[in-house]
């Protein structure tokens, strides 16, 4: 089966995304907005029990909640025309995912972390220069707080279910 | 906010329930297949962390995990044209919805528990005659277990996102 873990944000942050999402993410109805902190990977049932979940336990009894601050959109063109809600980089986003790539759980990592918020993708390149072109004007200023992440698993219709939740800081 | 208590079942059940609700059901995109345990209520933040989360982790200590059969598809017709999976019942199941309207959590019922996941809702009249014609003759040989619930809120566009997750008979 197909795994992956993301960050939820707050019901206030969630519902900016999805303002933007609706229109331009086709992924919109597959997942509600989210930072993907580790990129899909295959699993099965007794290795995610037995090994991964102790795993994510374990890290995210040693995490302590932190905050996070979303003032602009960016984009990772030209490489892709998604574009996203950018998280202000902090310390402690990247040592949760440092944490998510290390020990017993599968490492691949295909690109550096760039911790974001997907408002757009899948795009054609004029959509895209014409969204884009009115997304990076727009200034926000939320401020939310990551207490917790999921483990979710992907069904047939490329929708995710979440498995379990894990709190930052708790035993 | 509003809250709301599910369910999940294993992905196999979720994928034969999205073959129907795919077509069928309206809510196909804001939420996964799902058993509701407990229908949406208002609570503040404050309730949800001080006073609801204890008590669910309270219930979900003292609740073991068990199994349930799906073997055929029902309706709710005539009260509504919902159409669903029908759960087949098990003491357990009802006494977890019963524990989920008691003590300190919201305990209004407006009917009596019937265990389900809907696959079609929101059909004309001529639509539920034609599409339950057909699925009413449906025969499965579905097992799954229960052994977690959700806390879900529901975002501005009518999702759900999954808050946290309790696990039967875990401290």
């Known amino acids: 089966m197909r795994y992956g873990i993301a960050v939820f944000p707050s019901k206030k942050v969630q519902d900016v995304a999805n303002s933007y999402r609706k229109r331009y ?7 509600p907005p989210h930072i993907t902190m580790k990129e899909a990977f295959e699993a099965d049932e007794q290795e995610i029990e037995n090994k991964i979940i102790p795993e994510l336990s ?21 490489v892709t025309n998604t574009i996203y809600l950018k998280i202000e980089p902090s310390e402690e986003i990247f040592e949760l995912n440092d ?21 757009a993708q899948k795009l054609s390149d004029e959509e895209f220069s014409d969204v884009y072109g009115s997304l990076r004007m ?23 279910s979440v498995y379990e939740t894990f709190r930052l800081g708790k035993g």
């Open 58 to 78: 374990e890290i995210a009894k040693n995490t302590q909640p932190f905050t996070y601050g979303v003032y602009k959109v960016s984009s990772f063109s030209p």
């Open 25 to 31: 993410d086709p992924h919109y109805a597959l997942i």
């Open 138 to 160: 727009l200034k926000f200023d939320l401020n939310d707080k990551v207490d917790r992440f999921q483990l979710l698993y992907q069904l047939e219709n490329g929708a995710w």
């Open 99 to 119: 944490k998510l790539h290390a020990g017993e759980l599968p490492d691949e990592k295909d690109f550096a972390f760039v911790p974001h918020i997907t408002i």
